[in-house]
């Protein structure tokens, strides 16, 4: 007996190192990216703020706190916030409806379409509404209307951004929902709303709350939309680490903001993870097919109908007044112009812009694909302890987390060897691909985890090594999601922002940084340019996503996430 167990032993320990070694391999590099890229920066900016003359200044954490207009930016930045998520679920949860239970004729093109603002930069997005409620904007011609210096110009646009999200999250979700359920409840008496209230809207719940939670911490969050449609008078978190930062060169006022937000988005992610775990438990789910019929009823057909006119008032006009707008001038002037750098605005012409970006985009794709494919693959094995699966929520902070804060730490901490990159092109992709990794992590994730964990083990059994098994038994299943999810980091790093503004040289912008200056510029012909690389910019980011609908596997959609 006692030979038999050395015989056995063995066998039975060295998969099991293996597992283990392989494990902290694939979080090692995730880790390491996410402590040199992302944690050092933020606390070497904090630490500047707060540690001075060889003194940490704890005491200016109460300061700060205790000035009446940082107070009313706090106040500001939480109000819009609910304001605007209680706004989104309003307008979107019948339009999540609408997606999940009726079929209707182009329904996959008009899915795609509502999803092109989520993936648009705030940049365009602020720009959008300018041209539609600004000054000498489409309202103002026609009824004489300006919103652009109220907060309803930023609360419509944090809904035009945020539709998708509940359309998506709590769509995915209802689209699987059995129907039978709810007829059951009908049959036993219940009426149409107490049924959905007592039947539906439970399940719902999760759904709900995490789509709430998220378009909370987008709105809470938002800075190129503030930047531009708020102007002096409304200025949330980041717009004020921003000004502190950059303007007022008020490091420790910046740290104190960074560190109320960065507590603030740990405790939404927290939540959100929370609601997450509940809508994966136990539900009984169908296939998204054979919920969906056409609308029945006069009911059914005029809420589709106040949906889709919802959706061409709310999304497509703001979309259609930027493309007008550009289209202005005659003979395109405002395209014309971008190819000039007359206007001295930059040290090269604004059409360069374009073709910077895509680079820098490519990069931060690869980087974000390698990075987040890593994360998910960790968080996918079975043995993963508590450090792996609390690396999960980490891996959300960017998206919360200022990017002015990342951006300008790039410049404070990556400035001596070996990691002296400040004069390097790799610093844009890399503050890029901080905010296409939990992208990557979230498209991944659920295919990753349907995978027959048999069928790993299957392979290694056969003598197959980790890497074999991603390869023949991984791969095969989610290459079409990692497709997906390199055009979603794609997108998102076109779209970068807030980090970018600080670190893209002068000659080598960004489109997102050359729209932001042009529009800082006053002049018809500055403004007409700024229209027209917002919709160069706007076509390439719906490129990008229609592509991405026509890889979508319905395993991918049902997730729910993006």
Not at 14 to 36: D, E, H, K
Not at 323 to 329: F, G, I, M, P, T
Not at 375 to 400: H, I, K, N, Q
Request: overall charge positive; charged content about 15%.
């Amino acid at each position: 007996m006692d030979l038999a167990r050395t015989e056995v032993a063995p066998p039975e320990a060295a998969p099991r190192r293996t597992g283990n070694a392989a494990r902290f391999g694939l979080v090692a590099v995730p880790v390491a990216f996410f402590g040199v890229f992302f944690a050092y920066p933020v606390a070497a900016i904090v630490a500047r703020g707060l540690h001075v003359d060889g003194v940490w200044r704890f005491g200016r954490i109460a300061e700060v706190l205790g000035q009446s207009d940082v107070r009313h930016v706090l106040w500001f930045t939480t109000w819009q916030a609910l304001v605007s998520t209680a706004l989104t679920l309003l307008v979107a949860l019948p339009g999540a409806y609408v997606f999940a239970r009726l079929d209707f004729p182009g329904k996959q093109v008009l899915r795609a379409v509502v999803t092109v603002p989520f993936v648009l930069p705030t940049v365009v997005v602020g720009t959008a509404f300018l041209a539609l409620v600004g000054r000498g904007g489409l309202l103002d011609e026609l009824w004489g209307v300006r919103l652009d210096t109220t907060v309803w110009a930023i609360l419509l646009a944090h809904v035009f951004f945020n539709y998708a999200v509940v359309v998506r999250t709590v769509g995915g979700l209802w689209a699987q929902l059995d129907p039978r359920q709810e007829e059951a409840a009908r049959m036993l008496g219940a009426s149409r709303p107490r049924a959905f209230r007592q039947v539906t809207l439970p399940a719902l719940a999760p759904a709900v709350a995490a789509a709430a939670l998220m378009v909370f911490l987008f709105t809470f969050t938002s800075f190129g939309v503030v930047q531009i449609l708020g102007g002096p008078t409304f200025s949330t978190l980041e717009v004020e680490i921003y000004r502190q930062t950059s303007e007022i060169f008020d490091l420790s006022t910046a740290a104190v903001l960074t560190m109320v937000q960065f507590v603030a988005v740990g405790a939404v992610l927290a939540v959100h993870a929370w609601t997450v775990r509940r809508r994966e438990s136990t539900l009984r789910l169908v296939d998204a097919a054979v919920t969906a019929r056409r609308p029945r009823g006069a009911g059914q057909w005029a809420l589709l109908a106040g949906v889709l006119a919802s959706i061409a008032v709310l999304l497509l006009l703001p979309l259609a007044v930027l493309v007008q707008r550009s289209l202005d001038a005659p003979d395109l002037a405002f395209y014309r112009a971008l190819t000039s750098d007359e206007g001295g605005v930059f040290l090269v012409p604004p059409i360069e812009a374009i073709g910077n970006s895509l680079q820098y985009a490519v990069a931060a794709t690869a980087i974000a694909v390698l990075i987040g494919g890593l994360a998910a693959a960790a968080l996918t094995r079975r043995d993963a302890g508590r450090f792996v699966r609390g690396f999960d929520a980490l891996l959300m902070l960017p998206l919360g987390v200022s990017a002015v804060t990342v951006g300008f730490g790039f410049l404070i901490a990556l400035d001596e060897p070996p990691l002296d990159l400040r004069s390097s092109w790799i610093l844009v992709p890399l503050a890029q691909a901080l905010v296409g990794v939990p992208f990557v992590v979230r498209t991944m994730l659920p295919v990753l985890r349907a995978v027959d964990e048999r069928l790993r083990e299957a392979a290694a059994v056969l003598g197959a090594s980790p890497w074999q098994v991603w390869r023949e038994v991984d791969l095969p299943m989610v290459r079409r999601a990692l497709l997906i999810a390199a055009g979603f980091a794609f997108a998102v790093s076109l779209g970068e922002f807030g980090a970018t503004v600080f670190i893209a040289r002068p000659d080598n912008p960004t489109l997102p940084v050359a729209v932001a200056r042009l529009l800082g510029r006053p002049g018809e012909l500055n403004y007409g340019q700024a229209m027209a690389l917002s919709t160069i910019l706007m076509i390439v980011c719906a490129v990008a996503l229609l592509v991405l609908e026509r890889l979508r596997t319905d395993r991918t959609d049902r997730t729910g996430e993006f």
